[in-house]
């Protein structure tokens, strides 16, 4: 491969209208949500939840690549389909979360160091032996009055780059996922001071381990007010405050910037995505969405872990989707949750 298809993969992860359904929650995580429905959780119960939104007709008009989580890719459909191989011909990537996880940073026991950089050469190999074609990597960056140090923004900056050359070397587009926290009762404005700090060390980074900048994608959180901040910024303020930090910090040789939708609700993640393509400017990136939870929680309601509610949980899927896409080229409106429209 070469850096000609790299680029070619990262751009069709963003191509137009098109996002990434991010489906890589660990066991521990995956089963936290599970539980909360009162589904039991089992590698056969994750498999069918994955399967639902893998199989969801028609989701390619709106989905580019899913990101998948060790167990899953492993696992095969309820038809004996490898899960790479369930979406590869749907026209949608397999992807692949390659971190071992955020562990506490030793020296500052309130923050973290994404681990998994040992080992991380010989199971990119073995990933896109069995279809992966791009990875995540997230890093997990707590604000507080205090918080961040510098020491936790450059030890996860440099281990956000070093994963990003590795996947490069072994033909994987890599997203990069410095993820701001939401936790918290700072400002925007202190918001948009930290990801502008997070962001130009992470690009520094980059730089220096000599990452093709066209061929990976950034995954950023959204500029937004803590979640237990007295006041929380509107639509407006978001999007406003979200590009400009932006257009400080990503080159604009990235081809994407896909954002987390991390505890927003379902519909703060389309009206803040809207919000932010309809922004008059430079946008010299596409700006979609690699949502989690933000896609996957009115399906997994309307599931509630049973076959004859399969069906539902994938209208879901597909209507939530189907906002996300209108967001991500600026055309979403609240006439598109109306009853009339789901049908
Ligand atoms: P959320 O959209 O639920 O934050 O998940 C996205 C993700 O991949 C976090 O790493």
Redesign the pocket.
């Known amino acids: 491969m070469s850096s000609t298809d790299l680029t070619n993969i990262a751009q069709a992860l963003v191509a137009n209208g098109k996002g990434i359904l ?1 489906a ?1 929650e660990t066991v521990p995580t995956v089963t936290k949500r599970l539980d909360a429905q009162n589904i039991v959780s089992t590698p056969d119960s994750r498999r069918t939840y994955r399967e639902m939104f893998f199989t969801t007709p028609a989701i390619a008009e709106f989905i580019s690549g899913v ?1 998948m989580q060790d167990e899953t890719i492993h696992q095969r459909s309820s038809t004996g389909i490898a899960m790479a191989d369930v979406l590869a011909p749907q026209g949608i990537l397999p992807g692949i ?1 390659v971190d071992n996880g955020a562990k506490p940073l030793a020296g500052s026991p309130d923050e973290k160091i994404t681990e998994g950089l040992d080992g991380l050469r010989e199971r990119l190999k073995a990933y896109r032996d069995i279809g992966a074609r791009f990875a ?1 990597w ?1 890093a997990v960056i707590t604000v507080s009055d205090t918080l961040p140090s510098a020491t936790c923004v450059i030890a996860n900056a440099h281990a956000l780059a070093r994963y990003a050359a590795l996947c490069q070397e072994s033909d994987i587009v890599p997203i990069v ?1 410095p ?1 701001v926290l939401m936790d918290g009762s700072h400002t925007i404005e202190r918001c948009e001071e930290v990801t502008g700090e997070v962001l130009h060390a992470v690009f520094n980074a980059l730089f220096e381990q000599k990452i093709f900048l066209e061929g990976m994608l950034l ?1 950023p959180n959204m500029v937004i007010s803590g979640k237990e901040c007295n006041k929380q910024a509107s639509v407006e303020e978001v999007a406003r405050a979200t590009l400009r930090c932006l257009r400080r910090h990503v080159p604009a040789a990235v081809p994407g910037i896909v954002f ?4 927003q609700d379902h519909l703060a ?1 389309t009206r803040h995505l809207s919000a932010i393509n309809q922004l008059e400017g430079p946008k010299p990136w596409k700006l979609s969405f ?6 996957q929680d009115e399906a997994l309601k309307a599931w509630r872990g049973t076959d004859q509610n399969l069906k539902a949980g994938q209208q879901a899927f597909y209507h939530r989707a189907k906002c996300d896409s209108a967001a991500a080229l600026g055309l979403y409106g609240k006439a598109m949750e109306s009853a009339s429209a789901r049908t």
């Open positions: 991010a890589d990101i979360k995540k997230r996922e993820e995954k987390l939708s991390g505890g993640a690699s949502y989690g939870r933000a896609l």
